[in-house]
């Protein structure tokens, strides 16, 4: 399935490349199809002090050496279009709590019916390589107000099932599928969540994962997932073959919540 492979690359390779990471993303809507963006994106503060080390190491022609942050305002600001043209930034802040750091932003929206969801966290910290920003990747809404109002989240569109392509691994450089101890360690402590919260009360939803009301999207919790490294490559090696094997797959794997429901409708007031 295209959408679950997206997931699991993505967020992988973000472990590789990005050092160990957090990101949660709630969306919290209006009745009027208005609202609110928070983001939180954390990095480990061992991976920031090995970058810090590594860029003082190379300072520039001025011979002044530059530190790593996550949080840079100037930046936040421009990646607001990657929200949707309508969405404005409103606030931001550095963060650092046990062991980690970042960045706190808010922004605001007028009608969600043009926001997009990027459920890749490489965009947060500037190791997208170009390759998921096409429209179909993104998750979509459309709003329908009313005294009880509905919202339709339509995950990205290409995660058919396609029994013609070849998702194995055998071509791997390596010819060894299982997930490297290293690897998983470095994946300890990362969680990738993507939620919504209407503002008001949930009357009726198909939606999987509601607390309250909150209906999470995604929630990949690593340092429950690799605890049990069995399930892991299972998940890697193994994928499910239709939506019903995905459904069954997921629930019985701690740390991992991926909304399979296309579309999800939530109807509050």
Partial sequence: MRFFKIIFILILSTALFSGCIRVDTKVKLNKDGSGTIEEKVLMSELVIQMMNQFMNSMPDSSGEKEQ????????????????????????????????????????????????????????????????????????TFKFKPGNVAELIINRPEKDDFDE????????????????????????????????????????????????????????????????????????????????????ELVKDIPGMKIEMQKPVSIKFN
Avoid: C, H
Wanted: aromatic letters at 8%; glycine letters at 8%; proline letters at 3%.
């Fill in 164 to 247: 013609g392509e070849d998702e194995s691994n055998e071509n791997d450089s390596n010819g060894d599928n299982q997930l490297n101890d290293n690897i998983l360690k470095m994946m300890d402590g990362m969680r990738v969540k993507i939620s919504l919260e209407p503002q008001g009360k949930i009357v009726n939803t198909n939606a999987s994962y509601v607390d309250g009301s909150e209906v999470t999207l995604l929630d990949i919790d690593f340092g429950k997932l690799i605890k049990n490294k069995k399930k892991l490559n299972m998940l890697k090696e193994n994928p499910p073959k239709n939506i019903k094997e995905m459904k």
């Fill in 68 to 139: 790593f942050s996550l949080f840079k305002e100037d930046d936040l600001k421009n990646k607001v279009s990657n929200y949707g043209k309508d969405v404005k930034y409103i606030s931001g802040k550095e963060i650092k709590q046990n062991g980690w750091e970042g960045y706190q932003a808010v922004y605001s929206f007028k009608d969600i019916n043009t926001l997009t969801m990027d459920a890749n966290p490489n965009s947060k910290v500037d190791m997208d390589d170009g390759d998921s920003g096409a429209e179909d990747d993104y998750y």
